[in-house]
């Protein structure tokens, strides 16, 4: 099981950027994909990004896609997501996963961080 801790999230203005980390307590020898999910006030958590062990296939959903980036340094056991042009449509609680692949159904993920809420105001 992955231990997994997200960090960077808070309050930003309409327009604006935010940079969430979400680093890893262990390294696994067959490695693991990672993904970022948000969940608003009675919605379902939603599939935000993912990205594969090694960084070389990414997904987004449409709602972020030229907006958000996903990236990983596996040296660090972190996976972070840039958030640039933030709408207030994006504020909900953030959470990170880890999986032996990307998956769009958080059904699908077993370790998952406490979260961290990004705010954003109009």
């Known amino acids: 099981q992955v231990h997994l801790v997200e960090s960077g999230g808070g309050l930003a203005q309409a327009g604006g950027s935010l940079t969430l980390a979400c680093a890893a307590s262990e390294r696994t020898e067959s490695g693991y994909a990672m993904a970022w999910f948000r969940q608003a006030p009675g919605q379902e958590r939603e599939f935000v990004a993912g990205?594969?062990?090694?960084?070389?296939?990414?997904l987004y959903a449409d709602s972020v896609k030229g907006r958000f980036t996903i990236s990983r340094d596996n040296a660090k056991n972190t996976v972070y997501l840039q958030m640039n042009s933030l709408k207030p449509e994006d504020t909900a609680v953030y959470y990170c996963?880890?999986?032996?692949?990307?998956?769009?159904?958080?059904?699908?993920?077993?370790?998952w961080g406490q979260g961290t809420q990004v705010t954003v105001s109009s």
């Open positions: 990205v594969s062990w090694r960084g070389e296939n990414t």
């Open positions: 996963a880890a999986g032996s692949l990307i998956y769009t159904n958080y059904r699908s993920y077993r370790d």
